[in-house]
Every structure is written in C-alpha cells, then in structure tokens.
C-alpha cells in the first residue's frame, strides 16, 4: 500500500489550494480514504474522508466543512482535496490515510479508528501554509 501526497505550498488567507492523493496496492474501489491535518504542537486531527465505491459518502470535519471538499477518481486512483477560503488556522501538514483491512464508512469513528493507529496507511505528508 502507498499514499503519495501532493499540491501542498503557500498561500494567501482567502485563497485556494487543491491537494492530492495517489494511491496504490490496495483496492481503491472499495476503500475510505481520507484526509488528516497536523499543525505545530497540535495532535493530528481528521479533515475528510470519502467512500471511493459506489456510495460515495463524504464526511468533513466541523472546521472545514463548507470550504473543502473531496473528491475521488478511481480510474486514476487518485483523491483530491479542494480547499478554498483558506484560513491561516488551516496551516499544518496534510496527510491521507486508508485502512484497507478495516475499511470502515466516512464519519466520526472512522478518523478515531485512524488516530488511534490499529492499522492503516499514511503518506509522507505535505505541508500547507496560509498567510496574510
């Protein structure tokens, strides 16, 4: 399994950065994928997350919701984090994450299944940066 993250960069409060997520050696059809943030002396927290079958059932955190929005491609296997009005609070390393072995469904529990590090896969991480 492998989770390449990419787009990440600096930007202005109020701009707009897409994210993304190539994903590999797994079943991408039938998987949750989804986005989490750190930032400096912060615990890592889940942003969003996407059912890539059918469903395709996304579920965001409270503090982004309504600004970011997910997105899958299965025939690239690629998901795609689009952030617009982008605050500086929004500034931290973004990560995406599966658990093939434990699927699970978009919500709550599945980013507290992931924090808590049973199983799963990262990315390496990319870093966004907002200023004024």
């Known amino acids: 399994v492998q989770l390449v993250e990419s787009g990440g960069g600096s930007v202005q409060i109020g701009g707009s950065l897409i994210l993304s997520c190539a994903a590999s050696g797994f079943a991408f059809d039938d998987s949750v994928i989804g986005w989490f943030r750190q930032a400096p002396g912060k615990e890592r927290e889940g942003v969003g997350c996407?059912?890539?079958?059918?469903?395709?059932?996304?579920f965001y955190a409270n503090s982004v919701n309504g600004r970011f929005t997910i997105s899958s491609d299965s025939a690239k296997n690629m998901v795609y984090l689009l952030m617009n009005n982008l605050e500086y609070e929004d500034t931290a390393v973004y990560f995406c994450a599966t658990n093939p072995l434990y699927p699970g469904y978009p919500g709550p529990m599945w980013f507290e299944s992931m924090a808590a590090g049973v199983a799963g896969y990262w990315g390496q991480g990319t870093q966004v940066s907002v200023s004024s």
């Open positions: 996407i059912n890539t079958n059918d469903d395709g059932h996304v």
